[in-house]
């Protein structure tokens, strides 16, 4: 370990972000790193524990704990606080090919796991990383790297989000030839149009992807399996082909109403978002965000990470109001009993977007236990109002709370809890619900319930059909980056088996 006592000596020291009035007024990246000195400080709280949790990656109950990557987190933690950075970053990319991705947006199931969060305030993994990998970036060490021999086999990877990238970096780094097909103008998938520039700049997606290309992948984009690109040409002229196309088929509301104009699923309002701020950034002109939703109310359905950047980009397009509705009751504050550590805490958090809402309207966005129940529509047809309903868990006669097979609390409406609220734009942040269907249908792949794509047993990521591997949220269902790169590292090491009759992939 760095400094034996180092968690003893040096409290956790977060890096600043800017004041939620202050940051609104853009779409910048609000974080600043803490210096390199500090930075260390940081690094030395690390206590090496016997059983590092924190980068397990194990299953407990219904979640992981612990860093799917496995990322060798206490090896890089005391190289950095012994100064040695491009040990650190050595030790970093061993296991993950993008912390500049997970150090900005990954929700750091690491830091749950860490063993200074038992009694304190875990280590800043998820920060440490971050500094590592971008002084990489500025000191000249993350260069292209081609291979020295090609293989003479060809990959095709179908979708670049972080699944995708990962994939076709690792059988690329491999020595096969690698072409990426993406569906949208740009490579990256939802990195590029699921999470929003303060969370993940464009550029910095835009930095990997031409590293990417100096190595040797080729992007092609505007590539629309199905529509006018052949799945079976793809398969017929490539020696393997990995199905990486996220899980992009939306949940929609069931509801009276539902055909307004004005509503729209969230992804398709972040993409839309981003598309106007990049094209603005490429063309030099000055757009007023501000004006884009002015005097707008605003509804969001879903709690989650994407009702939660909706609540930002809304805040910074100049709603006149903003509402979050969860169908859940909230979480409590802090840790409980039945959430014991390691496992990823449960405990209700403040995200940036709710943190812009006290800022600027004075209070939370979120209005807990309450769904919609109709949606009105003015003489126009679209969208005027919501009407909503509260719920309640239900209970047994004794007062139990009553759970379904899964562990989840049922919940009931109550009675006479309707409200209407005014509404000019409602956005469906309810999740997805697996592959689009038109994708599996072009493969011939089989789909489970939930929408994703079947392979052959535990661990596997080979489909029924010859040549076709998937992995991501195409395989798993909806997920979070740091599972899309875990995921995209193994795919490739089974088609990089496939292919050779063996594999030296880690």
Same mark, same amino acid.
């Not at 997970?102 to 998820?126: D, F, I, K, N, Q």
């Not at 104009?261 to 757009?287: H, Q």
């Not at 009407?387 to 409406?413: A, F, H, L």
């Given at each position: 370990m760095g400094k034996s006592?180092?968690?003893?000596?040096? $409290?956790?020291?977060?890096?600043?972000?800017?004041?939620?009035?202050?940051?609104?007024?853009?779409?910048?990246?609000? *974080?600043?790193?803490?210096?390199?000195?500090?930075?260390?400080?940081?690094?030395?709280? !690390?206590?090496?524990?016997?059983?590092?949790?924190?980068?397990?990656?194990?299953?407990?109950?219904?979640?992981?704990?612990?860093?799917?990557?496995?990322?060798?987190?206490?090896?890089?933690?005391?190289?950095?606080?012994?100064?040695?950075?491009?040990?650190? &970053?050595?030790?970093?990319? $061993? %296991?993950?090919?993008?912390?500049?991705?997970?150090?900005?947006?990954?929700?750091?199931?690491?830091?749950?796991?860490?063993?200074?969060?038992?009694?304190?305030?875990?280590?800043? =993994?998820? /920060?440490?990383?971050?500094? @590592?990998?971008?002084?990489?970036?500025?000191?000249? *060490?993350?260069?292209?790297?081609?291979?020295? =021999?090609?293989?003479?086999?060809? =990959?095709?990877v179908v979708g670049s989000g972080p699944s995708g990238l990962a994939c076709a970096d690792i059988l690329n780094k491999r020595g096969h030839e690698v072409t990426v097909f993406e569906r949208d103008d740009r490579p990256g998938g939802l990195l590029t149009y699921g999470i929003p520039n303060m969370k993940l700049d464009k550029s910095i997606v835009e930095r990997r992807i031409h590293l990417m290309k100096e190595e040797g992948v080729i992007f092609k984009t505007g590539a629309d399996i199905g529509n006018n690109l052949d799945a079976q040409t793809i398969i017929k002229d490539y020696d393997a082909t990995v199905i990486c196309c996220g899980s992009r088929e939306p949940r929609d509301l069931k509801?009276?109403?539902?055909?307004?104009?004005?509503? +729209?699923?969230?992804?398709?309002? +972040?993409?839309? @978002? #981003?598309?106007?701020? &990049?094209?603005?950034? /490429?063309?030099?002109?000055?757009?007023?965000?501000?004006?884009?939703?002015?005097?707008?109310?605003?509804?969001?359905?879903?709690?989650?990470? %994407?009702?939660?950047?909706? @609540?930002?980009?809304?805040?910074?397009?100049?709603? $006149?109001? =903003? *509402?979050?509705?969860?169908?859940?009751?909230?979480?409590?504050?802090e840790r409980q009993a039945d959430n014991p550590w390691p496992e990823v805490s449960k405990a209700s958090k403040v995200d940036y977007g709710q943190e812009e809402s006290l800022a600027v309207f004075g209070s939370d966005p979120r209005v807990y236990q309450t769904k919609i129940k109709e949606i009105i529509k003015d003489e126009d047809?679209?969208?005027?109002?919501?009407?909503?309903?509260?719920?309640?868990?239900?209970?047994?006669?004794?007062? %139990?709370?009553? #759970?379904?097979?899964?562990? $989840?609390?049922?919940?009931?409406? @109550?009675?006479?809890?309707?409200?209407?609220?005014? !509404?000019?734009?409602?956005?469906?942040? %309810?999740?997805?619900s697996g592959c689009q269907s038109y994708i599996f249908d072009q493969f011939g792949v089989n789909t489970s319930k939930r929408g994703s794509i079947i392979t052959k047993g535990q661990g596997s990521y080979a489909t029924d059909v010859e040549k076709v591997f998937t992995a991501g949220d195409a395989h798993r269902g909806a997920s979070l980056v740091v599972y899309a790169i875990a995921e995209g590292r193994a795919c490739a090491k089974e088609v990089d088996e496939y292919l050779m009759g063996y594999t030296n992939l880690i």
């Open positions: 006592t180092g968690f003893m000596e040096f $409290k956790r020291e977060n890096n600043p972000s800017e004041a939620p009035l202050e940051r609104i007024r853009n779409f910048l990246e609000f *974080h600043s790193q803490i210096d390199e000195e500090e930075r260390r400080k940081q690094g030395a709280r !690390c206590m090496n524990c016997g059983l590092a949790f924190c980068q397990s990656g194990i299953e407990i109950g219904s979640s992981t704990t612990g860093c799917p990557l496995h990322n060798l987190i206490p090896e890089w933690n005391d190289e950095l606080y012994n100064g040695q950075w491009d040990q650190a &970053l050595a030790r970093l990319l $061993k %296991t993950n090919n993008f912390p500049e991705f997970t150090g900005r947006v990954c929700p750091a199931l690491c830091e749950s796991a860490c063993t200074c969060g038992l009694y304190g305030s875990p280590v800043t =993994v998820r /920060e440490n990383e971050l500094s @590592v990998i971008e002084k990489g970036f500025r000191e000249g *060490h993350m260069k292209a790297d081609p291979p020295e =021999v090609r293989s003479g086999k060809r =990959v095709a509801v009276p109403g539902r055909d307004a104009g004005g509503v +729209l699923f969230a992804v398709d309002f +972040l993409t839309d @978002v #981003t598309k106007k701020l &990049l094209e603005a950034r /490429e063309s030099g002109e000055e757009i007023d965000i501000k004006s884009m939703l002015n005097g707008k109310d605003v509804i969001i359905v879903g709690g989650g990470d %994407t009702g939660n950047d909706c @609540v930002g980009t809304c805040i910074r397009l100049g709603c $006149k109001s =903003v *509402h979050q509705l969860v169908r859940k009751p909230e979480a409590p504050r047809g679209h969208i005027k109002a919501v009407q909503t309903i509260m719920s309640e868990p239900e209970k047994n006669p004794d007062g %139990t709370v009553i #759970t379904n097979e899964r562990g $989840k609390v049922s919940m009931v409406e @109550v009675p006479g809890s309707e409200k209407v609220l005014p !509404c000019d734009l409602l956005l469906l942040a %309810t999740g997805f």
